[in-house]
């Protein structure tokens, strides 16, 4: 059907660009009908545009999931056949009979818009059903319950004939051409915004006109924070808009998370993008309702949100409006402080008396009209001074009146009963929502003895309290089941309140609160001691957290959905399945228990509770997590419990515990049973987290590999770049570390949980270099297309761009107030930048060659600078004239760093040194030589350095190498605290945090890490006993691994130029073979296992006696590296590839080359038939005996049972075991059962499999 379709589409793209030609030909002759042509001209482009995007749909790989509906070759035929039609009435050659027969002046435009409307009207109904039905944008994550007419968000609209005015404005806003961008209706709380909102989008949604609708409510988790907005205003766009569906799939498939990008990410890819993209339709005003922002939790999302919606007016495609209703809290109006051209706003609460008393007068008399029929009721019931003392109770709020009218028209009480004790309370209450609510509450007490009252208001706080500080509404089914509270029983004590909770008639559908207000009646610190009914929040609290921990202590397991294996991805389990292993009851507990926690303001049974629950159920907890899809709120819910527990006990195992979850938490959102095997054999064996839950190894694996004993300095790796990371950047204001890379981006990274939070797209070329500002709320970035870009470091947004350099930018630095940056360039000059007008300070020339780092001192005062032509410059900020020039480096100064106090200087070098200076009097306090590790060690030179930086606090100097690691001094001693080692490449990029607490390190290998560099977990790093298996490791790393045909023996050959020989049963060293010149990439044992050969970049082959270690042979012959070796079956042959192009054929005995054979490449891998007359290699088989161009192809060489295949261990061709980043193999081998991993730091791993 994919091919039919594709076809089909293909067949109308042909026909609109031949109907463009055909409009472009008319234009030259027809001059009347000009705009006309145009017109048909743009509506067919716009067509073609849709129908190449929805073509490229239908041809990419990712077609399963929108395969064709059955009817969308008969849309696209019916498209086809109206665009014949046009296409014939436009005919050229009709044109020209008519010309030939009647003359020149009769060529004329033979169609009238009006049909040309209809014609592309049609189109595009067609068009929008085939993108209705073909669109998958279902993988967006929204928020449930949010829309208008969610079955969630179910109210009443406003009465006909109630806010006339203020619903006129707000429709004259809508239609007008040039109205603002958006309506801001504010009022105090229970004026009834929400259901004027209701009206609006009601009335736009009869009237085609509602692009989407977001209603946040508090205490609702998806609908109380603005994490969902825009991906559930696009998923709604997509609906309503079919045209913007496919740019949003396509922002879809670029990123699948892009739910969990910043407000700004979302919003570019999701809506502005798609918009722009859109066809032309400037007369079209499509509106977003957005209701109660005042209830979004956080109010710098609130800020980001009011700064974005105003860019919508970028797109000239469509208008775009919003309609934002919220109280007059203070984020809000000064947020629309700042967009003062782009709004206009109605205030409630200022609505004249007489005009909100009679809509009130009209909403109860209507309300109490219904009762009168529903109830039976006399006609002049309940009379007319009842009637207005009801009003006078209610204005100026229409939730008083909504409130007292539910509860008069209770069906399970006696409507006069219920209206004499409201108009029989004639107790003073303080404010209007007293007024409304406790005359609701007050009738429950009325006939009641000490015993029953006293019941009553313990139920009240047993099952209301309750369903008011639930942190998202639950069904009666799920509170029964969560308080150990029969279904019955909860339904009956909810029956008084169904004027104040909107109570379902099912036990599966939420209990919700009608209006927040009742919520904080309920909770006001005020009413305490004047009402029975306060609810004390923190002992609810208590006792949801000790029913969550009991549900989940009661239904948590291993394996709860029982999947088939520990490679099975939480993408392929069935959300059913999900739900009904996990019922509601669960999935609440699992998500909110640290919160309620928290809230209860216990700390001490806090602590027991959670130190109890955690050590039986963390991982079982984790596992529900990641199956539910919110394992990334894991970290803070651990963040968040570890602030509230004081004893050393649990504070200890919840540190332990919140390292497992930063070094697991991306494959565990994958694979969710990984937990119990990837992520428990390859956490350190004397961590907490082990040690509780590995007391057997999972029952695939029957030998465990060597794992470090403690937790390291290094907290997590951040992975995401595509290219080498510039720069690594902490915001001084909140959680947050940037990079920047040569892939172009900048990305944004939570230093708390590692997830990405937003990326950063404006370079031409690979970004350089990155600062903030000491506000936080600024980046600058330098990139190698010469120029510097200023971003809002908030909201993402771009905000200017300095040019002016010549060549690429090396360096970036804000001055400490914040108004100026300073840029090093390849052109040998820095320049200062004004950053509120953009314009250029000053240019400061001195230096010889690039300009490769660049600093301000921590009061402004002075810049410092190091360049490749080897020194050091000191210059005066705002004359900018040079003061100094330090000498002492024998190569170039690749890093420049200010010490927080700022005296001293640090500059790092290709020379290998670090050297601190005396900012004052420019003399070399210290040097450090800093000496190279792993592969760098073996050759014997210094590393180069690549950045330096100093710790805020003045206790150490970071200095990155080009042989991977970081080292880390004491400024006092200068003495080496301790050595970093974990990325691949060189480091070029460090910054400390500004508690001095993380380093955040960027490396050529892509990645950036956070490494946790505190005084205990120094000490800890100087204490932490190293496996045996590093102590005897190479030194460099490993490029071949191999084992023995009895499988006993493993040998690794390594980039230090050494072979090493393992014992496989106890993982101890044997021998270390040394005597090749250079790397090794080629190891092979003899069939009888007494012989080892190895090939090397050197060219010599050499043999190795295995019992002893001793040097048999070295086998010179060959004029390039050896890539492979081979022994033939009876030992007497030895074979050998190399990339000179030729295979040499050895006498294993003696040494003797036997035959030369020249191929057409390379051979990287071989081995010899069963009978030893034929090689077979990667090239094809070659025959011992005959010519040498004599060889076929011949396919991959079988493999055994267990495989290695990108980041996993595959058993059978299914995954079993992820390998984390640091266990990642430079080269493996399988052998039976077992698996040996060679890394780039030189480990070699094993790991034993029960096949």
């Known amino acids: 059907m994919e091919l039919s ?150 109210h009443t609209e406003c009465l006909t004939g109630t806010r006339v005015e203020v619903l006129r404005d707000i429709d004259n806003w809508a239609s007008m051409a040039y109205g603002k961008c958006i309506f801001w209706l504010n009022g105090m709380a229970g004026t009834g915004k929400s259901t004027i909102s209701r009206t609006v989008a009601g009335r736009l949604k009869r009237q085609d006109r509602l692009a989407a609708s977001f209603f946040f409510k508090r205490g609702e988790q998806d609908r109380g924070n603005a994490k969902l907005l825009f991906s559930t205003i696009a998923k709604q766009l997509g609906s309503s808009m079919p045209q913007l569906s496919l740019d ?36 079209t005003i499509m509106v977003v309702v957005i209701d109660a922002l005042d209830e979004c939790d956080r109010t710098d999302d609130i800020q980001v949100i009011l700064h974005l919606l105003p860019r919508v007016q970028q797109s000239t495609s469509m208008r775009l409006r919003f309609l934002i209703t919220s109280r007059p809290v203070l984020p809000i109006k000064s947020g629309f402080e700042r967009i003062p051209d782009d709004y206009q706003d109605l205030i409630l609460h200022e609505v004249p008396t007489q005009v909100i008393q009679h809509d009130i007068s009209l909403y109860i008399r209507d309300r109490f009209s219904k009762l009168r029929q529903e109830r039976s009721l006399p006609l002049d019931w309940p009379g007319e001074q009842s009637t207005k003392i009801l009003i006078e109770k209610s204005v100026p709020l229409f939730i008083s009146a909504a409130t007292l009218c539910r509860f008069v028209g209770d069906a399970n009480w006696s409507p006069q009963q219920r209206l004499n004790a409201i108009l029989e309370d004639q107790a003073i209450y303080v404010s209007k929502m007293d007024n409304t609510y406790f005359p609701v509450l007050n009738q429950l007490l009325v006939g009641q003895d000490a015993w029953e009252l006293r019941r009553l208001i313990e139920e009240f706080q047993e099952v209301v309290g309750v369903i008011i500080l639930l942190f998202t509404p639950l069904s009666v089914g799920a509170i029964s089941s969560l308080l150990g509270i029969g279904k019955d029983d909860v339904q009956n004590r909810l029956r008084p309140f169904h004027s104040v909770l909107r109570v379902p008639d099912d036990t599966e559908t939420p209990v919700r609160l009608f209006h927040l207000s009742f919520r904080d009646f309920l909770l006001n610190p005020q009413t305490k ?8 929040g923190r002992k609810v609290h208590q006792v949801l957290i000790t029913r969550c921990v009991n549900v989940m202590g009661q239904k948590l397991k291993k394996n709860m959905c029982n999947l088939d294996g520990d490679g099975t991805l939480r993408t392929e389990v ?32 806090g602590a027991l509770t959670a130190i109890s629950f955690l050590k039986v159920h963390f991982l079982h907890w984790l596992e529900a997590m990641s199956l539910l899809g919110i394992l990334t709120e894991a970290l803070p819910m651990m963040h968040l419990l570890q602030s509230v527990v ?52 999972p029952s695939l694996i029957r030998r465990l590999p060597k794992v470090e004993n403690l937790w390291g300095t290094e907290l997590q790796t951040l992975e995401g770049h595509t290219g080498p990371i510039g720069a690594v950047a902490f915001s001084p204001i909140d959680q947050v570390l940037a990079t920047c890379s040569h892939d172009k981006t900048i990305k944004f990274w939570d230093t708390t949980t590692g997830s990405l939070r937003q990326s950063l797209s404006g370079h031409s070329d690979w970004v350089r270099a990155i600062a903030f500002s ?60 004004d950053v509120t007008t953009g314009s250029l300070k000053r240019t400061l020339n001195g230096h010889t060659q690039p300009v490769q780092a660049v600093a301000f001192s921590p009061n402004g005062e002075v810049l410092v600078s190091g360049s490749q032509d ?7 900020t705002t004359p900018g004239s040079l003061e100094q020039t330090l000498e002492g480096h024998s190569d170039w100064v690749r890093a420049i760093a200010f010490s927080s106090c700022g005296r001293l200087i640090a500059s790092g070098s290709h020379d290998g040194t670090v050297r601190v200076w005396d900012a004052g009097a420019g003399a070399v306090k210290q040097a450090f030589t800093v000496q190279g590790h792993l592969r760098n060690t073996v050759v014997g030179h210094q590393a180069s350095v690549g950045a330096v930086a100093f710790s805020p606090d003045g206790r150490l100097l970071a200095c990155g190498t080009h042989d991977s690691t970081i080292s880390l001094w004491d400024i006092t001693t200068g003495a080496l605290r301790t050595t970093l080692a974990g990325h691949i490449f060189s480091v070029g990029a460090l910054a400390f945090s500004p508690d001095s607490q993380l380093l955040a390190s960027g490396s050529f290998d892509s990645t950036a890490k956070l490494w946790d560099i505190s005084t205990e977990a120094l000490q800890s790093s100087l204490i932490e006993e190293t496996p045996p298996e590093v102590i005897d490791g190479h030194s460099g790393t490993v490029g071949i691994v191999a084992f023995s045909f009895d499988k006993k023996i493993l040998a690794s050959g390594s980039i230090d130029k050494t ?77 050998s590839g190399s990339t000179d192009n030729t295979v040499k054929v050895w006498n294993s005995a003696d040494g003797t080359l036997k035959q030369d054979l020249s191929v057409k490449g390379v051979v990287t891998d071989m081995k010899f038939s069963i009978d030893g007359a034929t090689l077979e290699t990667s090239l094809g088989q070659l025959s011992i005996e005959s010519s040498p161009s004599n060889y076929t192809f011949v396919p991959t060489l079988p493999t055994t049972e267990l495989s290695i295949e990108d980041s996993w261990i595959s058993l059978r061709g299914r995954k079993v075991l992820w390998l984390p980043p640091t266990r990642r193999p430079s080269c493996s081998a399988v052998k039976e059962r077992t698996v040996a991993l060679g890394h780039t730091s030189g480990v070699v791993s094993l790991i034993e499999f029960c096949t």
């Open 248 to 283: 949003i799939q396509n922002a879809i498939e670029d990123d699948p998370d892009i739910s969990d990008r910043v407000l700004r990410e979302q919003f570019e890819k999701l809506i502005l993008q798609p918009l722009s993209a859109a066809k032309h339709c400037p007369n």
């Open 774 to 833: 000491s506000s936080g709320r600024l980046l600058a970035s330098g990139s190698q297309d010469s120029t510097v870009k200023l971003w809002d470091a908030v909201t993402g947004a771009p905000l200017n761009d300095f040019c002016g350099h010549s060549g690429p930018i090396c360096s970036v630095d804000f001055s400490p107030s914040g108004d100026l940056v300073v840029s090093g360039s390849v052109d040998c000059t820095l320049r200062l930048w």
């Open 529 to 536: 001691d004047s009402s029975q009914f306060w609810i004390d």
């Open 574 to 605: 069935h959300g059913s399945s999900i739900d009904h292993h996990l019922p509601l009851e669960l999935q609440y507990s699992v998500r909110y228990w640290v919160y309620h926690l928290v809230q209860s303001e216990e700390p001490v049974t």
């Open 1059 to 1135: 072979v090493k020989l393992w014992d496989v049963i106890t993982g101890s060293l044997l021998y270390t073979l040394e005597g090749h010149l250079d790397l090794i990439w080629a190891v092979e044992f003899s069939p009888d296992g007494r012989l080892l050969a190895s090939g090397s970049n050197d060219g010599a082959i050499k043999l190795w006696d295995t019992y002893n270690g001793a040097l048999q042979h070295t086998l010179d012959g060959h004029s390039g590296a050896i890539r492979a070796v081979a022994f033939s079956p009876g030992c007497q042959l030895l074979a």
């Open 646 to 697: 004081h004893d050393s006990e649990t504070a200890h195992l919840i540190l332990d515990l919140r390292r497992f979850i930063l070094r697991n938490r991306h494959i565990a959102d994958i694979a969710p049973l990984q937990l119990y095997s990837s992520c428990l054999i390859f956490a350190p064996e004397m961590s907490i987290t082990r040690t509780l839950f590995c007391r057997e190894p």
């Open 5 to 154: 379709g594709a076809a089909s589409v293909i067949a109308v793209i042909q026909l609109t660009g031949a109907i463009t030609h055909i409009c472009a030909s008319y234009i030259r002759k027809v001059g009347e009908a000009r705009q006309d042509i145009l017109h048909l001209q743009e509506e067919i482009h716009a067509l073609s545009r849709v129908l190449e995007s929805l073509n490229s749909l239908l041809q990419s790989t990712n077609r399963t999931k929108i395969a064709a509906p059955n009817d969308l070759t008969d849309n696209l035929a019916k498209c086809s056949s109206t665009l014949t039609m046009l296409k014939e009435k436009i005919d050229p050659k009709k044109a020209q009979t008519q010309m030939r027969k009647w003359g020149f002046r009769a060529f004329k435009w033979p169609l009238h818009r009006a049909e040309v409307d209809k014609a592309i009207s049609e189109i595009e109904r067609r068009l929008a059903d085939v993108l209705h039905r073909k669109i998958d944008i279902g993988r967006l994550r929204v928020a449930k319950g949010a829309a208008f007419n969610d079955y969630e968000n179910q």
């Open 870 to 876: 080897k020194t050091i410059k000191l210059w005066a």
